[in-house]
């Protein structure tokens, strides 16, 4: 072999050789450097270093190459907000009712038990709380297999709604009585107002535990669209955000949806910063299964600075499945 040719050949083997050296000194490097990262997927950074190393010099620029696409051309995080809100959105210091949320659940494990005496036990610890606020647990206990726990629960069921009816006609008919005179009593006309306000927090408890049968369900919603009526002809400005979502909760829950809709729109009018002015129109089309509208809501939600709680959202995720699968 020629002298010039063999001094060539050596020249490219070192070439060769010291490509390899940097090559593998840089894999050594970057592996050390991704090793101590806290950011850094052990599997995703070996794999790259396997292909610096197998791909000299190609495997660096390729490496070099995705991490520059990746950082400075699609450096844009997807814009999650449509689907999920962003966090600081979301409202995450509701209390729960810890003395009803106790008593839904303990009873529903209760019913389990089989021991006739410890459930008869309980039964009466329940009732000699507020029964009032735990009707819809103890209407639980009408299936029960013990004869006498279900008889208990039933008699206490009756007795609170005959008094609740008794209460509600009493109170209504006093409101619907009232007589306005030329030279009407201030002080009396208050306490008119205040008992049209009485009526309707009173109502809602015991309507949205939906203890009652169909019928006066929606016969009590509809007492309390025409008590609210009265209410806000005479004097709107005592109407609260819930107040205003009350009446059309329970009125939405017995499918008056036109009534509904205008106490909606009357909450939007009055309290049009809050998030029931938002929600309440919502739940309506979310009901009435009108998609258009209620993602109009929703748009009208994002955009504005109402902290959204975990109840809209699931609602809005069931509403954008159901209209997916649709």
Not at 33 to 56: D, R, T
Not at 202 to 215: D, G, H, R
Not at 300 to 319: A, Y
Request: glycine share 2%; aromatic share 10%.
């Amino acid at each position: 072999m020629p002298c010039g040719e063999f001094e060539s050949m050596t020249r490219d083997v070192i070439i060769f050789l010291t490509v390899l050296l940097i090559n593998t000194v840089c894999v050594v490097l970057y592996v050390l450097w991704q090793k101590n990262s806290e950011k850094s997927n052990h599997v995703s950074y070996i794999g790259k270093a396997l292909v610096m190393f197998v791909c000299p010099v190609l495997g660096i620029i390729f490496v070099t190459l995705s991490w520059f696409v990746h950082k400075y051309i699609m450096r844009d995080t997807p814009d999650l907000e449509d689907v999920i809100f962003s966090k600081e959105r979301v409202e995450t210091y509701l209390h729960a009712d810890e003395e009803r949320e106790t008593n839904v659940v303990s009873m529903e494990e209760a019913l389990a038990v089989t021991d006739k005496n410890n459930l008869r036990a309980f039964m009466l610890n329940v009732v000699r709380g507020d029964v009032n606020n735990t009707l819809a647990s103890i209407a639980l206990a009408l299936d029960s297999s013990d004869s006498e726990t279900s008889h208990y629960a039933a008699s206490v069921l009756q007795d609170s709604l005959n008094d609740f009816r008794a209460t509600a006609q009493k109170m209504y008919s006093k409101i619907k009585n009232y007589k306005e005179d030329e030279k009407e009593n201030q002080e009396e006309y208050n306490e008119y107002l205040q008992l049209i306000m009485l009526f309707l927090d009173y109502m809602n408890p015991f309507l949205e535990q939906k203890v009652l049968t169909k019928m006066e369900q929606k016969q009590y919603a509809c007492q309390m669209d025409e008590v609210g009526e009265i209410l806000y002809e005479k004097a709107a400005d005592r109407i609260t955000g819930k107040r205003y979502s009350d009446i059309a909760m329970r009125l939405l829950e017995t499918e008056e949806y036109g009534l509904c809709k205008k106490w909606c729109e009357r909450n939007v009018e009055s309290y049009p910063d809050t998030l029931a002015a938002y929600t309440c129109r919502m739940k309506l089309y979310f009901s009435t299964g009108e998609s258009s509208k209620f993602f109009e809501v929703l748009n009208e939600l994002r955009n504005s600075n109402v902290i959204i709680d975990n109840e809209t959202l699931e609602m809005i995720r069931v509403f954008e499945n159901k209209d997916k699968r649709n």
